[in-house]
């Protein structure tokens, strides 16, 4: 059940930012944060990861509900064992902010992206702008994966 909550909370944190950034007038963005190393700047995000399919956007809000709905039934089930915490904070994580764009989608017909790191050394990091719901899709597999790797919990 608690990791049931904290989908829900992720995704309520995602949408909440992305009202406030959606809100926040125009002559107000960009915002430099943390002496320039994260920058606020909207972005309106029709297609999929990286703006692919952005010409298409119904298709990449129905590439997006067949992938939460598929990762939904893999490791919603795994959230009811036993054991495995951190292999659950991360499919919270996961679903939470998968859940987060698709209904950024499904609601706004684009997804809020306001992150981007134009400090970070990595010109495949640096040249995107992301949301919360990005970050916790990446660390949530971040998380699997070094878990799977590594086999602890």
């Known amino acids: ?24 007038p125009n002559e107000k963005l960009p915002k430099s944060l943390l002496h320039g190393h994260i920058e606020l700047r909207p972005l309106h995000n029709k297609g999929l990861a990286g703006g692919r399919l952005k010409a298409c956007p119904r298709i990449a809000t129905l590439i997006s509900g067949i992938c939460l ?12 064992k036993k054991g495995r915490p951190l292999a659950k904070l991360a499919i919270s994580m996961i679903l939470g902010g998968a859940a987060g764009n698709f209904f950024d989608r499904l609601g706004r017909g684009y997804v809020v992206d306001y992150l981007s790191f134009p400090k970070v050394n990595i010109k495949q990091i640096r040249k995107y702008v992301y ?3 990005d970050l916790l899709i990446f660390l949530g597999s971040g998380i699997l994966l070094l878990k799977e790797l590594f086999g602890k919990d």
């Not at 059940?1 to 926040?24: H, P, R, S, V």
């Not at 709905?69 to 009811?80: A, D």
């Open 69 to 80: 709905l598929i990762v939904s039934l893999l490791m919603l089930p795994l959230l009811f």
């Open 131 to 133: 949301n919360l719901a």
């Open 1 to 24: 059940m608690l990791f049931l909550l904290l989908i829900a909370l992720f995704f309520f944190i995602d949408f909440y930012l992305k009202n406030i950034i959606e809100i926040t």
